[in-house]
DNA sequence: GATCATTTGCAACAAAGTTGCAAATATTTG
DNA sequence: CAAATATTTGCAACTTTGTTGCAAATGATC
């Protein structure tokens, strides 16, 4: 069964970040997977439905932020976007080192793991420790 | 006087953007230019203290966007950062192609606007409208 | 399967943002 | 410059978003 595989995956990712295994995780992990794409905690929260406290929400995305399972993607519309991370994000230290989209049209938002933000310089005193790229636009499906 | 200079500079920004010239409008605008960096709703609303009524702050700052006065700053932290347009930004349409730069120590967020952002070739399908880049780290004073 | 640690839901709250409407302030016009 | 008109402001009431403490429920361990 495919849906078995999934469950495993997802087990065993929660196995690996030391995380006890309860439905809340299971379900919002199935939900990133599903989406394939960045979710906003209220995306979350309409997809569980009623399934889960509000409070449970949130609890969950703190946890899985610390351990490095999603990460965040900065917008300018006052509503934090989480996507999952590919494999290499250790615990409490990033890697996203990828560009992210998002569409003006549907709101969508991406990761584009095939490009890397490019190197800059700055200036002179200081010091980088994140560098992020979000680009605006029409996606493959609104253009 | 110096402050007379400020002054007429923040009525000919707002007439040029046609908009009636207002004390929350004036004091506002001043409190950026004073600042000279990235300021989130918040700090304005305690930098003006009970001047002025927090809906008109929300109102003001709309406008000021609206008009391409100000530009809003990606941030992770869910609160949106506005700093001031170069003149370049004509109305609803911003080009703020510059590096901002987010200091974690102090929270900090400055426009480096000696940096542009690098192009970057995205997939097939994809058109970009605005691209930005915020680097996070310390600053000069935190370093 | 009992014990212990962790997680969840609930309630209550704080903060952030929005909307409609009347009063106050700006701008325009004679 | 004052009256007429247009715009902006403050207030009240509300929605949404996020947080905290604590008891009950669930998961892990032996």
Not at 26 to 44: K, P, S, T, V, Y
Not at 64 to 92: Q, R, V
Request: charged share 25%; proline share 2%; net charge neutral.
């Amino acid at each position: 069964m495919k849906t078995a595989t999934v469950d495993d995956q997802i087990i065993r990712l929660l196995r690996k970040s030391q995380l006890s295994i309860t439905d809340s995780r299971r379900i919002i992990l199935e939900i990133f997977i599903q989406a394939g794409n960045a979710l906003a905690h209220h995306d979350i929260e309409s997809r569980t439905g009623d399934k889960f406290d509000r409070v449970t929400v949130y609890r969950t995305l703190h946890t899985f932020m610390e351990k490095g399972i999603i990460h965040t993607i900065p917008t300018t519309d006052n509503s934090i976007k989480y996507a999952l991370c590919k494999d290499e994000c250790a615990e409490g230290h990033h890697h996203d080192n990828h560009v992210h989209f998002i569409c003006d049209h549907c709101g969508t938002t991406t990761c584009i793991d095939e490009i890397h933000v490019p190197a800059i310089q700055l200036p002179q005193g200081y010091r980088a420790s994140q560098i992020s790229m979000v680009v605006n636009g029409a996606c493959v499906k609104c253009k």
